[in-house]
C-alpha cells in the first residue's frame, strides 16, 4: 500500500521568511516517483518536481528547493524568501514505477502575510 | 499549452439530474485516463481509471453505477454523475499519463 503523509495542515508566513513543507511516505515498491504540486485558488495542480527513488540528489529551482532522505522516507519542500505568490496548497503525492496512478498526500495551505 | 482540458470547468444543477464532464488528451493518445475527485480543503482521492475501450476500475467505495465512465477514444473519457446529490459537489479532476503525469484544470461541480 502507498501511503503520503503530509503532518502541517496550514502554515503562515510573513514575506521573505523561509519555510519547509514537510512529507513523509510510505511505499512497499523499491522503485517509485515522488511528486510536489502547488494547487492556487483556481484549482489547477501546478507541476513544481518529480524525483526518482534511485536519484537521491536534492535540488535547487530558484527559490524552491527538496531534500530527499531514503532512510528517512521523506521528501521536503523549502521556499526560500517566500512571496505572497507563493500562498497556496501544496501537495506531495507518490507513484510506483509500474503503475500510473498516484496518491495523494493531505496537502499543506501556506499562507504568506506581507 | 494545455495537454489535458476538462469540460465544463463548472457547473451547477438539480439535486437529481445527471451530469456529464469531458476530460480530453490535447497532445497525447491516452489508453488509460484517471478521475480524481477533491473536497474542499480536502486531498484528491483517486475514483477510477478510465481504460479505452473496456470498463473503468472503480476505487473502493465508489459507486460505479452513480459515476459512469465512458473512455470510447483514447484522447476522450468522459464522467457522468447520475442522480446527483448535494454531498456529490465536488471538484472533479482528470488526468493523463504520458511519459509524465498530466492533470486537468478541474470541474466544480454544485448540486442544488
Known amino acids: 500500500a502507498q501511503k503520503v503523509t503530509q503532518a502541517q495542515t496550514e502554515i503562515s508566513v510573513v514575506e521573505k521568511e523561509d519555510v519547509t513543507l514537510d512529507c513523509v511516505y510510505e511505499t512497499r515498491d523499491t522503485t517509485y516517483y515522488l511528486f510536489w504540486y502547488k494547487q492556487p485558488p483556481s484549482g489547477e495542480l501546478v507541476f513544481l518536481i518529480r524525483r526518482n527513488s534511485f536519484d537521491e540528489q536534492n535540488e535547487i529551482s530558484g527559490r524552491y528547493s527538496w531534500n530527499f532522505q531514503k532512510s528517512t522516507s521523506s521528501f521536503n519542500f523549502t521556499i526560500t524568501a517566500s512571496q505572497v505568490v507563493d500562498s497556496a496548497v501544496y501537495f506531495c503525492a507518490l507513484r510506483a514505477y509500474n503503475n500510473n496512478d498516484m496518491r495523494f498526500g493531505a496537502g499543506t495551505r501556506l499562507t504568506v502575510k506581507p | ?112
Open chain 2, 1 to 112: 499549452g494545455a495537454v489535458v482540458s476538462q469540460h465544463p470547468s463548472w457547473v451547477i444543477c438539480k439535486s437529481g439530474t445527471s451530469v456529464k464532464i469531458e476530460c480530453r488528451s490535447l497532445d497525447f493518445q491516452a489508453t488509460t485516463m484517471f478521475w480524481y475527485r477533491q473536497f474542499p480543503k480536502q486531498s484528491l482521492m483517486l475514483m477510477a481509471t478510465s481504460n479505452e475501450g473496456s470498463k473503468a476500475t472503480y476505487e473502493q467505495g465508489v459507486e460505479k453505477d452513480k459515476f459512469l465512465i465512458n473512455h470510447a477514444s483514447l484522447t476522450l473519457s468522459t464522467l457522468t454523475v447520475t442522480s446527483a446529490h448535494p454531498e456529490d459537489s465536488s471538484f472533479y479532476i482528470c488526468s493523463v499519463y504520458a511519459r509524465e503525469q498530466y492533470f486537468g484544470p478541474g470541474t466544480r461541480l454544485t448540486v442544488t
